[in-house]
């Protein structure tokens, strides 16, 4: 379930923050749906729990090492919102990623973080 929700984390973001589509990309309601290769690199990395615990890690491309193979419903901004499925050994799982921050509100840089499956908020901290 966690290797899941963190391939689906890492497509969101990718797909989200991409500045531009490579050749494995798709178009879903218009949108232009870029590899990880190009995702925003504020939203790569690690991501933790409010206790500190590992949560995820989004890569170009990968989410937990599993591929980002589509997504669908994306909302591009800050926030945003997304599905992104992801394959994993056992078949594709779909997740649904939020985001936020990354950026300054009102002189104050808001912390980027996200949400997996209506989950709990998670940092890069």
């Not at 989200?16 to 490579?22: D, K, L, T």
């Not at 591009?76 to 990354?102: K, M, Q, Y």
Request: charge should be negative; aromatic fraction near 10%.
């Amino acid at each position: 379930m966690v290797k899941r929700i963190l391939a689906v984390t890492a497509l969101a973001v990718s797909v989200a923050f991409a500045g531009g589509a490579s050749g494995t990309a798709g178009n879903f309601d218009g949108m232009a749906v870029a590899s990880a290769a190009t995702a925003d690199e504020q939203f790569t990395g690690n991501w933790y729990d409010a206790k500190g615990n590992f949560v995820v890690s989004i890569q170009p491309g990968v989410i937990n090492s599993c591929r980002i193979v589509r997504t669908y419903d994306v909302k591009e901004g800050t926030p945003g919102s997304g599905h992104f499925v992801i394959l994993e050994a056992n078949g594709e799982h779909d997740l649904f990623i939020e985001w936020e921050g990354g950026d300054w509100q009102n002189n104050n840089y808001v912390e980027p973080h996200i949400t997996i499956d209506h989950g709990q908020k998670l940092t890069r901290k």
